[in-house]
């Protein structure tokens, strides 16, 4: 028996430190990707002075708004702190509540696919983000853990390939200078994404998230939004932009959705169908505004935000 | 409690060190152990699944000693029917009634009356069929006399729920597993190093195969009118894998997790891809749920002892059961009688037991009448599979008329990826098809350094080529 423990402990070993070495190998790349921009985020919102607009939410924040505008409409700062959807929504919300402040106002714009089954918990691109921020392990519930932990093993080799791949040959390509999209710094000073608002559309497929609403979704988020409260600040909920295709092959869960949400005692701007925007107005995902489509939501969301803030 | 998910990641280790070292000494308290764990098991996926599986539970032990201590025949019947119907009635509300009654309204409407039938929101708990079979084999047996009633209450619940095999089987016999609970385990290293050698094999058929073959599948059936025929005959392929790695992989995980409890259980997948016939295909595929079929209604039902006419009557009943078992739809009624009309001329020519030794036996290579055996065998199984895979019947008879058609010599339209880890499969169990499982190395010298190579490789690819999470598609069931 206990030959048996040691030799299944010594052969989980060899697999282990493999792994831990995958997820503690620098980043060498030449340019890091989006998820990094988290730290800029962080700053930005640190040294804000309130009472400012935070953004938050997915991608679809991230490429959804001309912070610019905002800000120069309603005469406050503005922090774009979308990144990732994939981090889940309870991730995005745990990460922004330190930095509300008194007076503060949080716009949110859920993805609708975090109200379905464990999406808000979180998948693989979570630990993206928490190798940009380490610090944010303080984060992560038990339930996120074992949402991401499968994909743990896969993330920390890809890693290590990066590394050897990038060890070897971007040594001689390092003169590289050119911004990509979703890199680090793809994003302005208010923290949209704005590298790609003058790219054309490119195709992508339509999004289907049918599924059932899981209901910790609406609990959690009356959490936070009783938490901001506490603070002296306010939650509001906005709709996501989506492009029309995705929209109609779900408006049954999007209407769902809506239901569910207007179930609690939240301050919800705006319906779903205003954010439903023909395709063209897409860039590379139906999430993904292009530069056309930032400017029709931002102004969509300027009208919203200027009724309640009244 | 899914077997690929970090909980059970967690559960098994946790269990298996409570199990041999803290829980040891008492044969009933090491029972209540696993009485205890396998109900968290099955109540992380709702803890009311319990109340059924209990109640099941309860009602089994004591029709059991009441048949036992009966003295006449029919008093012994009333209770075996006390039994049969209870656990059947819990199969037939919360699997079957809604079918039922929206067959019924159908019928009508085609008769141009609508009924205002009832339908019941209820949620199909994982796993019934399997236990609720397990269990009726304890009461049936017992009524045979072929076991004694156990008088060990802890035993008992702990065989109707034991984790492993609680919500996919392998659907084990009271006879065979009930009196492993009896007896002390003692641990041993062979057994379970191979158990682990056997979880880690199924997680690879799951993970690998079936997972990487859902993503094809899924497409292709959702849309299948927007596809060639090659792509229509890729789906058919890569569902034929993704249901055999799916079922046959949960299968392989839960002997090997019994193994490394002490436990043995009946091998459920003999590597039915390799059947020369039909026949042989079904002692090889889902050997659980077939023998038991065979035990429990095509014996009773006079098996093929009468007549053609008993014969053709028996072999339908027993596929058509055998197809609703797996689920309240039509689609798998149709898959039981294709089977049954594939079976029907082997065992009326006398022939459905002709191939009961292993293919290419003591050879490496297939000879070409085999291989020509193997190949229409298993397009044979391809077909039926189309129905047990489409939602509803005429989605099925479209899909195999569009695979008969000048486009399935075109290319096929979606990625062919999984291909790769198919024809890795059918090679290691070519290769293992004389053993239990595709990891299997008693006989073979390979030394240990090498044996960890494979393990590592195997683990890699896991983690590398595994697709998205998915359910094993026998909970359903």
């Known amino acids: 028996m206990n030959f048996f423990i040691k030799r299944s402990i010594i052969f989980a070993s060899g697999f282990l430190i493999f792994i ?275 400017i029709k939501r931002t102004n969509q969301l300027l009208i919203e935000l200027k009724e309640v803030l009244k | 409690m899914l077997f690929n998910s970090f909980e059970y990641f967690l559960f098994l280790p946790f269990v298996f060190l409570l199990y041999w070292f803290l829980f040891n000494k008492i044969l009933t308290i090491q029972n209540l152990l696993l009485l205890v764990a396998s109900y968290v098991f099955y109540g992380w996926w709702d803890w009311r699944f319990l109340s059924l599986i209990v109640f099941s539970s309860i009602i089994d032990y004591y029709c059991g000693i009441f048949i036992d201590k009966a003295n006449t025949k029919t008093i012994k019947k009333q209770w075996l029917t006390l039994s049969m119907l209870i656990n059947l009635g819990f199969l037939g509300v919360f699997k079957y009634f809604n079918f039922f009654s929206q067959s019924l309204k159908e019928a009508f409407l085609n008769f141009g009356y609508e009924l205002d039938t009832l339908t019941l929101n209820v949620i199909l708990p994982v796993g019934i069929s399997f236990y609720t079979f397990q269990t009726m084999s304890y009461t049936i047996d017992v009524y045979r006399n072929k076991l004694k009633p156990t008088k060990d209450p802890i035993a008992f619940f702990a065989f109707v729920s034991f984790f492993p095999q609680l919500v996919a089987g392998p659907i084990e016999r009271a006879t065979n597993l009930l009196p492993q609970f009896y007896e002390k385990r003692k641990f041993d290293y062979d057994k379970a190093s191979d158990g682990l050698r056997q979880i880690l094999w199924g997680l690879f058929k799951k993970i690998v195969i079936a997972d990487n073959c859902a993503i094809i599948v899924n497409q292709v059936f959702d849309n299948y009118t927007d596809y060639n025929a090659s792509t229509l005959f890729i789906g058919a392929l890569f569902f034929a894998f993704q249901i055999y790695g799916d079922f046959s992989g949960y299968s392989d995980i839960a002997i090997g997790t019994a193994r490394l409890f002490g436990f043995n259980l009946m091998q459920n997948f003999a590597f039915p891809y390799f059947s020369r016939d039909i026949a042989e295909f079904w002692r090889r595929w889902h050997i659980s749920l077939s023998t038991w079929f065979r ?156 044996r960890w190579v494979i393990y590592y490789v195997l683990i890699l690819m896991i983690f590398w080529f595994g697709a998205e999470k998915q359910e094993f598609i026998y909970f359903q069931f």
């Open chain 2, 295 to 450: 035990d429990y209604v095509y014996i009773p039902l006079g098996g093929s002892r009468g007549g053609t006419v008993m014969k053709v009557r028996n072999t339908f009943i027993i596929f058509i059961v055998s197809g609703f078992w797996h689920g309240a739809n039509w689609t798998f009624i149709i898959w039981g009688a294709l089977n049954a009309i594939y079976f029907l001329p082997l065992l009326l020519l006398n022939r459905n037991r002709i191939n009961t030794n292993n293919v290419a036996e003591n050879k490496l290579f297939i000879g070409f009448k085999e291989l020509v055996q193997v190949v229409i065998t298993f397009l044979l199984t391809l077909l039926a599979w189309v129905f047990f895979r489409a939602p509803n019947v005429s989605t099925a008879v479209h899909y195999i008329k569009d695979i008969f058609s000048a486009s399935i010599l075109s290319m096929p339209e979606v990625s062919i990826k999984p291909l790769f880890f198919i024809i890795l499969l059918v090679f290691v169990e070519w290769l293992q098809r004389n053993y239990k499982h595709g990891l299997e190395f008693s006989n073979h010298k390979i030394n240990r350094p090498i």
């Open chain 1, 20 to 294: 831990i070495v995958g997820l503690i190998l620098p980043n060498n790349n030449s340019q890091r990707s989006v998820d990094y921009s988290l730290l800029a985020k962080h700053d930005l919102l640190e040294s804000t002075k309130g009472p400012k607009l935070i953004l938050t939410g997915g991608s679809n924040v991230l490429f959804g708004f001309n912070s610019e505008i905002i800000s120069n409409e309603l005469k406050m700062p503005v922090v774009n702190h979308g990144i990732h959807a994939g981090y889940g929504l309870k991730y995005i919300l745990d990460d922004v509540l330190p930095f509300v402040k008194k007076n503060d106002i949080v716009v949110l714009s859920p993805e609708y696919s975090f109200f379905i089954d464990k999406n808000y918990l979180g998948k693989e691109p979570l630990l993206f983000s928490l190798t940009a921020k380490p610090e944010n392990l303080k984060h992560i519930s038990f339930s996120q853990l074992s949402q991401i932990s499968q994909f743990i093993p896969k993330f920390s080799f890809n890693r290590t390939k990066s590394f050897i791949f990038n060890a070897i040959f971007n040594s001689k390509n390092n003169s590289e200078s050119t911004i990509s999209n979703y890199t680090e710094f793809a994003i302005n000073k208010y923290g949209d994404h704005n590298l790609h608002w003058d790219n054309n559309k490119l195709n992508f497929d339509s999004y289907d998230f049918n599924g059932a609403i899981n209901n910790d979704v609406l609990l959690f988020i009356n959490k936070i939004s009783k938490e901001i409260k506490s603070k002296g600040a306010r939650l509001l909920i906005a709709y996501p932009s989506l492009c029309k295709s995705s929209f109609e092959l779900n408006s049954n869960t999007v209407e769902n959705i809506e239901l569910e949400l207007k179930k609690y005692n939240f301050n919800i701007i705006g319906t779903p169908k205003n954010y439903c925007f023909e395709d063209y107005y897409f860039f590379d995902s139906p999430y993904h505004l292009n530069g056309q489509g930032v």
